[in-house]
DNA sequence: CGCAGTTTTGATTCATCTCAATTTGTGTGG
DNA sequence: CCACACAAATTGAGATGAATCAAAACTGCG
């Protein structure tokens, strides 16, 4: 069931340009990074609506066609894979100011499931559109370059922290990333709600959810975290940092 | 007439648009896809220079300024990515055909190492010539973006496989990959060369090396393939397909 | 031919999974 | 607003798959 709450209409364009790219909170980490005024002006008729979507909706399905991809401009949602005998995995976790859908450019349908796990609201960026304009917006083009550079950059990070790390050392890395990317969105980098149950922090980390239990309980039993179901407080983040840095050496 | 004329080239040009990309070998499955004699023509011309490695060379390390990626002509790489600790994570292995360095672009330096199995040849694309020439070339463009993508999605199946299956099924999984993608260039999907060592490729599945030995040990008891060192030939495609399916199920 | 690196195989240990029971939290309807 | 049902999380005990430690066999190269 696809939500299609869209808010549309070129008649309605001046109250959408009001909340569009040029003002939107997330536009240092979007797609617009580095846009002149005109260019970014460009990119707002590019934007062609907006999305919500209740917390637990898909925002696509694999298999369905791609044409767009989103820019997050507030919530938090997962992306997952199924297979054919029901197993699935979560590959990631995006917040506000990040951009989905990229896993369905080269198949023209998107190979992963999208879903809010909070309130979310997206743009939606026609990639057609994009790419058009991307042509005469150097900056642009560039720009979108680096954000697919960096996904591939973070699934690298991702497969040495499956590949390589304990599961204590793994939370600690996902807790460390959460915090970082809170931080750099000007929210506080120790204190901040899991939007993941432990079960999708499992399979994100490759662990199962008990696990997942396990290792937050110890993290607060050595006096580095705080735990009360999804709040997490960390209380000592260069204890946690350290514990990646001797990761293995021992 | 699929060569632009080759008398109406500079005199210079002459020997390298010998092996240039419009007659290149790899030409599927890299980047000009599709393309008219005209565009390939320009791709011919923006492909700088060739460049040769030998077993073990680098073609980039970690930290390297990023200015181009390649496109591997002949060859084997392995990539992976080194921590401050000194351990190190195989993420993957590319073949001819495939593109390297995208991980370059996000941030102006390459942040794996790419290094040559076997002896090998790559096509150097210098990054920006190649954004300038798709902004005229929407194909090229396109396809460029296609490429970029199918990495995403490649890395989101290994993560899938590093969080979700056993050792054996890890190597199953690995072993199918190999043979299809042989088979996508025209040579034996059941009878290759392995590349790397099982430590590499231990590295690369998320386990040790005894545990790769071990597995292709059992997987050559159980009659599903023939194991000489590197030398590997897959007695029973079907079943090892079957095990990929079955994966977990029980 | 011999040496170094790679691979295989075995015995043991250890981390995580599995199974299971309990607690806590959340949402719904009376 | 409370009670109930259901989902999520914690915790324990035992099973298991992969890691570790160790030794032997094989390969390829100088």
Do not use: W
């Not at 023209?108 to 991307?134: G, K, M, Q, R």
């Not at 901040?192 to 607060?220: C, M, N, P, W």
Request: hydrophobic letters at 40%; glycine letters at 8%.
């Amino acid at each position: 069931m696809k939500v299609a709450n869209v808010s549309q209409a070129p008649a309605v364009k001046l109250h959408v340009l009001k909340d569009a790219c040029a003002q939107c909170s997330a536009r240092e980490l979007c797609l617009p990074l580095g846009l002149t005024d005109e260019e970014l002006q460009r990119l707002d008729d590019l934007v062609g609506s907006r999305q919500k979507l209740k917390r637990g909706e898909h925002l696509y399905r694999y298999g369905d066609h791609f044409s767009a991809i989103y820019a997050i401009k507030v919530g938090f949602f997962k992306t997952d894979v199924i297979t054919e005998d029901g197993r699935d995995h979560v590959t990631g976790f995006q917040m506000n100011g990040e951009i989905l859908g990229m896993d369905g450019i080269s198949g023209d349908s998107y190979t992963c499931n999208a879903i809010a796990l909070e309130d979310s609201e997206v743009c939606v960026i026609p990639f057609a559109d994009l790419e058009h304009l991307s042509t005469t917006v150097p900056t642009l083009q560039r720009h979108f370059h680096r954000v697919m550079s960096r996904e591939i950059v973070r699934d690298h990070g991702i497969m040495m922290l499956l590949g390589t790390l304990r599961a204590e050392e793994r939370l600690v890395a996902f807790l460390l990333n959460l915090s970082q990317r809170y931080a750099a969105r000007g929210y506080s980098p120790t204190e901040f709600h899991l939007r993941a149950t432990r079960d999708e922090i499992g399979s994100y980390l490759g662990l199962k959810l008990e696990t997942v239990s396990r290792a937050l309980s110890q993290l607060q039993d050595s006096g580095l975290i705080l735990v009360q179901q999804k709040y997490i407080r960390i209380t000592a983040l260069d204890g946690l940092k350290k514990m990646l840095q001797h990761a293995q050496a021992c």
